[in-house]
């Protein structure tokens, strides 16, 4: 290949390589300018205790659940999966004006003994985030669900099921081979219990990454990942980096409306 051509064939990729980079910057541009809030809710009683030792921060009733649900339905709020998320991220489909993400954390049993009625009674969707090693287990008097429940669930078309790691320790503690191998695993997991996982979602235990587990992670396959407190804009929307507001017990939901007004993107 003389000198001439070489020019011109590398001249033509650096010409379809910036019209690839303007088009997706004028793509991103001309996306709303939307909040996207995803809830996190994680372990559910019917009764409040009078102590708890994580300040009543990871525990919930079914009655504040439901209240929470319909006073956000009521105010104009919709509901949508991440795989919807997903959809509208690739262009596939657009958002409603004002969507949000219900998600749960660890997979207890009360996410399928309480909630689960609740999302069919609703007829709203859902994301449980399981910790694979915990599944079918009970520790320290708290149940865990079982893979019949969480492919029931699934299966129903209304709560998908994602990754919250093997083992649930601290990401920001391992070495970068040990992390991807632990979500590999509990992907393996997932599939052999539940099918095939078109979308691969994982949120951090503890919240806790490095710069380094969200590349590894990226470079492995998971479409979505999520450790932060805070809220997410569509039009600055980055899948690696997701963000949520934790609920403690018994906030209501004109509490959370107000905090999604007050939060900052």
Same mark, same amino acid.
């Given at each position: 290949m003389n000198r001439k051509k070489l020019i011109i064939i590398i001249s033509l990729a650096i010409i379809v390589i910036v019209a690839i980079y303007l088009f997706t910057k004028y793509k991103s541009m001309q996306r709303p300018d939307v909040k996207i809030p995803v809830l996190l809710y994680h372990n559910f009683v019917p009764q409040v205790p009078e102590t708890d030792p994580d300040n009543f921060n990871y525990i919930n009733t079914p009655e504040s659940f439901e209240e929470n649900i319909k006073t956000l339905l009521?105010?104009?709020?919709?509901?949508?999966?991440?795989?919807e998320l997903d959809e509208a991220n690739n262009y596939k489909k657009g958002l409603p004006n004002k969507p949000i993400i219900i998600t749960f954390d660890d997979g207890y049993y009360s996410n399928y003994e309480y909630i689960y009625p609740i999302l069919k009674k609703y007829?709203?969707?859902?994301?449980?985030?399981?910790?694979?090693?915990?599944?079918?287990?009970?520790?320290?008097?708290?149940?865990? &669900?079982?893979?019949? +429940?969480?492919?029931?669930?699934?299966?129903?078309?209304?709560?998908? @099921?994602?990754? =919250?790691?093997? /083992?649930?320790?601290?990401?920001?503690? &391992?070495?970068?081979? +040990?992390?991807?191998?632990?979500?590999?695993?509990?992907?393996?997991? @997932?599939?052999? =219990?539940?099918? /095939?996982?078109?979308?691969?979602?994982?949120?951090?235990?503890?919240?806790?990454?490095?710069?380094?587990?969200?590349?590894t992670l990226k470079n492995n396959g998971i479409d979505f990942q999520v450790y932060d407190i805070g809220i997410n804009n569509f039009r600055s929307l980055d899948r690696n980096f997701i963000k949520r507001i934790n609920i403690p017990c018994e906030m209501t939901g004109r509490e959370i409306i107000d905090e999604i007004l007050r939060c900052d993107v």
């Open positions: 009521e105010n104009g709020y919709t509901i949508i999966s991440m795989k007829n709203i969707k859902a994301s449980i985030f399981i910790i694979t090693d915990k599944i079918g287990q009970e520790i320290d008097g708290i149940k865990y &669900l079982g893979w019949d +429940e969480c492919l029931e669930m699934q299966n129903s078309g209304l709560v998908e @099921i994602f990754s =919250h790691s093997k /083992k649930h320790v601290f990401y920001d503690k &391992l070495p970068v081979r +040990e992390i991807r191998d632990d979500v590999k695993e509990s992907y393996r997991m @997932i599939e052999k =219990h539940l099918g /095939k996982q078109k979308l691969k979602v994982f949120a951090y235990p503890y919240g806790a990454y490095t710069n380094e587990t969200v590349q």
